[in-house]
C-alpha cells in the first residue's frame, strides 16, 4: 500500500535560518504530492504539489521537488519566519484528477524562535 | 465563504460513552471526506462520501463507527461506544466533484477528542 515517511520532529530554528523538511513516498503508479500546513487553531492548507516527476511545487518561498529516482518530496524554504511555525504534512495522492484519499506522514512541528 | 466547519471543537468523554461529531463541508462540495489523528501520528483516512453516498470506508476502524451524510450535505460521525484508542483528532475535509485537475481537499480545525 501507499505510505509516506516524514521527518520527525519537533524542529526549532532561528528567523532567517534554512528549513528542510525531508519527506519520502511508496506509492504504486505515479502519485500527486502535497505539502500541508495547520497553524494553531487552524485546518490543513494546501501549501503547494507537483504531479509529476521533477516538477517543483512552490508557495510562500517554501519549495519542494518530486523526485521520481529518490522517491523523495522535501520541503525548504531559505530563511523561515516566526510566522512559518507550524505542523506541516507531506501527503499523496494515488490518482490525481479523482477525488481519492490522501495518505499523509505523521507531521512535523516546526518552531521558529525570533 | 464559509470553510468547513467541525463541531464540536473538543470533547471529553468516559469510556463506553457515545459520542457525535459534526462536519459542514463547503457549499456545493460533492466529496466529504473524514480522517483521524492518532497520538500525534500520521493523518489516516477513514472514508470518504460523495454526496449522501459512502464511495470508500475502507478506513473506518470497527463497527463502533458510523458515518452518515444526510441529503448530502452535513455529515455525522459516531463513535458508540467509545473506547480509550479513540481519542485524537478528527478531520473533516470536503472537495468539488472529480474532474480533470485535483480537486483540493479543504480542511476544517478538527475536533479533538479524548476518552478517559
Known amino acids: 500500500g501507499n505510505s509516506v515517511t516524514q521527518m520527525e520532529g519537533p524542529v526549532t530554528l532561528s528567523e532567517e535560518a534554512f528549513l528542510t523538511i525531508n519527506c519520502t513516498y511508496t506509492?504504486?503508479?505515479?502519485?500527486?504530492l502535497f505539502w500541508y500546513v495547520q497553524y494553531p487553531g487552524e485546518g490543513l492548507q494546501l501549501l503547494l504539489k507537483a504531479t509529476k516527476a521533477d516538477d517543483k511545487g512552490s508557495n510562500k518561498g517554501f519549495e519542494a521537488t518530486y523526485r521520481k529516482e529518490t522517491t523523495s518530496f522535501h520541503l525548504e524554504k531559505g530563511s523561515v519566519q516566526v510566522s512559518d511555525s507550524a505542523v506541516y504534512f507531506c501527503?499523496?495522492?494515488?490518482?490525481?484528477?479523482?477525488?481519492?484519499?490522501?495518505?499523509f506522514g505523521s507531521g512535523t512541528q516546526l518552531t521558529v524562535l525570533p | 465563504e464559509a470553510g468547513v466547519t467541525q463541531f464540536p471543537s473538543h470533547s471529553v468523554i468516559e469510556k463506553g460513552q457515545t459520542v457525535t461529531l459534526r462536519c459542514d463541508p463547503i457549499?456545493?462540495?460533492?466529496?466529504l471526506y473524514w480522517y483521524r489523528r492518532v497520538m500525534g501520528k500520521e493523518i489516516k483516512f477513514l472514508l470518504h462520501?460523495?454526496?449522501?453516498?459512502?464511495?470508500?470506508e475502507s478506513g473506518m476502524p470497527n463497527n463502533r463507527f458510523l458515518a452518515e451524510r444526510t441529503g448530502g450535505t452535513y455529515s455525522t460521525l459516531k463513535v458508540q461506544p467509545a473506547e480509550l484508542e479513540d481519542s485524537g483528532v478528527y478531520f473533516c475535509a470536503s472537495s468539488q466533484g472529480s474532474g480533470g485537475a485535483y480537486n483540493e481537499q479543504f480542511f476544517g480545525p478538527g475536533t479533538r477528542l479524548t476518552v478517559l
Open positions: 462520501f460523495v454526496k449522501e453516498s459512502k464511495q470508500d
Open positions: 506509492a504504486t503508479g505515479y502519485p500527486s
Open positions: 457549499s456545493g462540495h460533492d466529496n
Open positions: 501527503a499523496l495522492s494515488d490518482r490525481p484528477g479523482s477525488a481519492r484519499q490522501l495518505t
